[in-house]
Structure formats: C-alpha cells, structure tokens
C-alpha cells in the first residue's frame, strides 16, 4: 500500500534553470515526509507533486554515454525539485536499434551498469527506457520505473509497431501484460508509445486504480501540410487530451529529441490533466526538461464532475469481448 | 499542397546541424547549379551552419548556360558562402576525346559524374560532407545520374517536391531571377526538364503526392481525373528508376550479408 502526503507546494508549471541552494533540506523534507505518509492511509487520495518531463537525445548504442545523461539529467531534475523524472522510449539505447538491440540488452536483475543509475534515484523517483533480456533470451522494448535506489516494476511494450517505418516486431518480442505500481504518487501506469494508440491499455491501467499514466515515446515526426506543426505531434496531443479526459487521470508524455539517420523526433513531451488541459509542455526541437506539478485532488474534482468511471460496466465489456472473440474465432 | 515553411525550414537545419556533427563535421560543400535545388539546399546550410562553413563549388561545362553561372553567383553573395569555379570541361572532353560516338546522354551523364568527383574531393580539402540537392520528383521519376548528382552524403531536400521547393525557396528568399526560370539540367542548350520528361512538375507532383504519400489506389486517381497513360507513364518511370534508389543488388551467400540482413543506421554509435 503507497500512501503521499501534500508536500510543500511549488508554482504550477516551470522550466528548470538553476540549482536551488535548499536542494539538501528539500529532499531530507520530502523522504520525512514521505515517510510520515506511510503512516497516513487516509492523505493517499490527496496530495501534490512534482513531475519532470526529460526530453532527451541518446546516442543510438552508446550505453555509458546515455547513462551519464540520464545521471546529469535525474541531478537537475532533483535540483529543480522533482519528485518523479521521466524519460522517453528506449533512453538508454537509442531507439532504431534494428541488429543491435542484443548488443544493448540488460537483464534487470543482474545489470552492474546500472547500479550508478539506481544510485542516483534513492531521493527521486525515475522512469526510463531500456531493452530488457529475459532468460527466455526474449529482447523487450522495456521501461523500468526506479525508487529508493531499486527497479521497482518493469513494462514490457505491448504494441510493437511494425508498419511504415516502423519494424519493431522483427527485433523485440511482444510483452504480455499490464500492471499497475505502487508508489507515493498513487497506483502508476507506465505505457511506451505505440500502447497509447491501442486506449484499451488506458483503459486496463485506469480500472487497476492508476491515476497517473506515463507513456514512454520516441516518436518521430511526420506530416508538414498544415500550419500547426507535424501531423503525428497533433495526433498525440489530441490522443493525450481526449483520453485524460474520458479515463479522468494524468497523462505524462515524454518523447524524445534528435535525429536518427534522418528520422527526426520533434519532443512535444506534455503533462494533461485529469480535465484534458495541457498544464506543461516542452520545445518542439532538442533537448528540454520541463516541470510540472501534479495535483491528486484534481483528479477527485475531475471525477466529481465527470463520474464515467464510477459508471464504467466492466462486466458488460467483459460480456461483450468474450462474445466477439468467441464470434471470431469461429468465422 | 501546403507546406508548413517555417517548420520544414527549422527541421531541415536541424537535420543538417545534427547528421554533421554526429558524424564529426561543421562544413558542407554543395554543388551550385543556379537552379532551384541546390539554391535551397546551400540557403538552408547557410542558416543552419553559418555561411562561412558552406562551400559552394560552381562548375560549368563549356556549353553550359552563362545564365546558370550568374544565378549560381547571385546565391553565393545572397549568403556570403565560401565559393569556387571549377570548369569541368577538360576532365569531359579529356575523355570523350576518345569516345567520338558518345551521344548527348553519355556526355550528360558524363558530366554530373565529373561534377560529383569535384564536390567529393573538394569535401576532403574542406573537411566536409557533400550536401545533396536531389529533390523528391526526381528521386522518385529516377531524372537524375546514379552516381552523378543523385550522390551526396546527406540530403535535406529529398522529401519535398518541386513544388515544395519553390515555396520553401520563396519563404527563404532565394534570388528571383532562379524562382522565375524554368527548371532545367543545362546539360546541354536549351534543356527544359518539362521538356524532357513531357508533363510539368505541377502535374506530376500532385499525381506523385496522391499515389506515393496517400496511396491513393489506381481507381481514384482516375475518379479525380487524372488521366489513364500519364498515371501510366510516370508509375513506368516509379518502377524503371527503382534501381538508382538501391544500392548494388548483393548475391547473398552467407548467414548474415551487407544489404540483405546486416542491419544498422548509418548513425550506429553516434
């Protein structure tokens, strides 16, 4: 069971600049704090925090070279306040990987090389992007969400795009389920890119008790037609926006910046709230770390308004889908 | 056809910025034509490196347009680019002495070989990459030398059309006098790429962003009225100039080949 507690409250959304003098008693203040929390079963529905966007560009197959960016990166987030970093899909790899996806690969369990990383989040939280091994010798499109020095869950991408210019499934075996983790946030969701587009997997996390859903991305940009940016970075926020506000949760998005072999990824890493506002977001181009805080009491108002998940009959989609895959399978 | 300019211009010198340095570079050398292309290729440079990092080589042939060469200048003191003429007539006549039979395509042919071995030795001299200045109706029609114009190392104009080109030229503010000509090879007098390929660009780029970025079917090009032979004609061109989109074709012998399964980004570790 996680339970949070209000911390001090900062302004609603800023961009990082320098280091806070208070960074020490800040952090010694905010594990007091949370562990007072743990005491505290009923302050779990409330509270506030903070939330860094990592917009980064890895360095395709430079393992060490990304670690030490994820280190610096996970240090200012921590100067600036936050609770939680995120960063984006396959940040410690790179993403077109194609044959060198073994060569990148990190058993979770026993991965050295990571120690340095784990280290560096005993005071903050942290999301980031690897390719896992199993001892199937399966490859996964991985992200790991890290607290107090530990991997506390790994989620293994669920949608591998494998159209266009995508081919993941050539190169990375499907995961096969979804869990919710357990953190000082509140039950949390991790999704990676191409899960969003399939809003079943919203879905399953928000009636597993997630409130805040974080979705992985390196997403290149596509479609320059219109006056409003790529086509694919509307198509997110639109997707971010509708899907916050139906499932009544927060929605981080953390895409990545750079260029591989001319795929260029336009960043656009954004905060929705449980309302579907865009409460942060970050540059269209290079590298960003955006901050935000998050409110929980925004979702219990949002779901005041708006009960559709109060209202949510899981018995009746459950009813339904076994009918149509039942239909399916006999067509 | 629309076309976000100023987005297209910011990724484009982004792109230009990053492939370089990734790859340990700051310069480019471009070939300029006084055409269209390689205008918006050496503006976009410029902008995005700085004009003393571009190098722009101009190469005429003795039966080139003096045209070309005026317009080409025009670019060159536009943007305060490094510049150099380099006459590529003795390296195609040196060779044709011998080969008296050569028709007007084999000296063509010749002579963007001739100008793709200058920019090539003048990006060692340099310490650059050769910037490319094909765009995506030639590419995809095959109108350009493998080998010859088509090669470069990076290439920030190939996926626009021709009529993308002038739109992202004029919001660049490319020199009138190359936004009003007609487009042309200058191969040898009186060339028009029009001409030769026996449609506009105007026509052929609707048809090639409806049945290449849409992917719209045989059926509803015809429906919206494009015409049967020149739908024809120009997916006859897509499908003759596949090779010179693909590297040499590899006899697979082994478990693990170059250009069949051996399969990593040119950007691998950077």
Redesign the interface.
């Not at chain 1, 320059?224 to 790529?230: H, M, S, Y």
């Given at each position: 069971m996680a339970h949070f507690i209000t911390l001090p409250s900062r302004c609603r959304t800023r961009r990082a600049v320098a280091e806070s003098p208070l960074r020490g008693l800040g952090c010694l203040a905010r594990r007091f704090f949370r562990v007072l929390a743990s005491f505290v079963p009923e302050l779990t529905l409330t509270g506030k925090f903070t939330v860094a966007l990592a917009q980064v560009s890895p360095?395709?197959?430079?393992l060490s070279e990304n670690l030490q960016l994820h280190l610096d990166t996970i240090r200012r987030a921590q100067s600036e306040g936050a609770d939680l970093v995120v960063f984006p899909e396959l940040s410690l790899t790179g993403y077109?990987l194609?044959?060198?996806v073994p060569d990148v690969a990190i058993d979770p369990l026993n991965a050295p090389s990571l120690q340095p990383l784990l280290q560096g989040c005993k005071d903050i939280a942290c999301v980031f992007g690897f390719v896992e091994v199993s001892d199937r010798y399966n490859y996964y499109n991985a992200a790991a969400y890290v607290s107090e020095g530990r991997i506390r869950h790994v989620h293994r991408k669920l949608y591998l795009p494998t159209y266009g210019m995508f081919d993941e499934m050539r190169f990375f075996a499907m995961g096969e389920s979804l869990r919710t983790v357990p953190t000082p946030f509140g039950p949390l969701g991790l999704l990676i890119c191409e899960d969003l587009w399939h809003p079943s997997t919203l879905y399953l996390h928000v009636q597993d008790g997630a409130r805040v859903v974080v979705t992985l991305s390196s997403s290149p940009?596509r479609g320059?037609?219109?006056?409003?940016?790529?086509q694919t970075s509307q198509g997110w926020e639109t997707l971010l926006k509708a899907l916050s506000q139906f499932y009544t949760v927060y929605n981080l998005y953390a895409n990545r910046a750079?260029?591989?072999?001319?795929a260029?990824f336009?960043g656009g890493s954004m905060v929705v709230s449980p309302v579907g506002e865009v409460v942060a977001r970050s540059q269209t181009?290079?590298e960003d770390l955006v901050l935000a805080e998050l409110d929980l009491d925004e979702i219990r108002r949002a779901r005041l308004f708006t009960p559709v998940l109060r209202d949510e009959r899981l018995d009746l989609t459950l009813r339904e889908l076994t009918r149509i895959v039942h239909q399916r399978s006999q067509s | 056809?629309?076309?976000?300019c100023p987005?297209?211009n910011?990724?484009l010198k982004?792109?230009i910025r990053?492939?370089l340095s990734k790859a340990g570079f700051h310069r480019v050398v471009v070939g300029l034509s006084g055409g269209i292309d390689s205008a918006v290729s050496c503006f976009l440079a410029a902008r995005a490196l700085g004009p003393e990092n571009v190098l722009a080589v101009m190469m005429p042939y003795r039966t080139s347009s003096p045209e070309s060469l005026s317009d080409a200048r025009a670019v060159v003191e536009a943007l305060g680019v490094k510049s150099e003429i380099v006459e590529i007539t003795s390296i195609v006549d040196g060779y044709f002495e011998a080969q008296s039979r050569a028709n007007s395509l084999r000296r063509g042919n010749a002579m963007a070989r001739a100008r793709m071995i200058v920019l090539f030795d003048k990006s060692m001299e340099f310490n650059a990459l050769v910037l490319g200045t094909s765009n995506k109706t030639e590419l995809l029609l095959g109108y350009g030398t493998l080998f010859g114009d088509m090669a470069s190392s990076?290439n920030p104009i190939g996926d626009l059309y021709k009529a993308d080109i002038f739109k992202l030229a004029r919001y660049l503010q490319v020199p009138q006098s190359i936004l009003d000509k007609k487009p042309t090879a200058d191969l040898w007098a009186g060339q028009s790429d029009e001409d030769e390929l026996g449609f506009t660009y105007a026509e052929v780029d609707e048809l090639l962003h409806e049945l290449i970025d849409r992917r719209v079917s045989r059926r509803e090009l015809l429906e919206k009225g494009f015409k049967r032979d020149f739908v024809q004609l120009v997916v006859n061109k897509i499908r003759g100039s596949q090779f010179k989109r693909r590297g040499p074709v590899v006899c697979k012998l082994s478990p693990r080949s170059v250009s069949h399964d051996?399969?990593?980004?040119?950007?691998?570790?950077?």
């Open positions: 360095k395709l197959g430079l077109i194609q044959d060198l940009g320059v037609r219109t006056n409003e940016g790529f750079g260029i591989e072999d001319g260029y336009p181009s290079g | 056809m629309q076309l976000n987005l297209v910011q990724v982004g792109f990053d492939e990076i051996f399969h990593y980004l040119r950007d691998w570790g950077m």
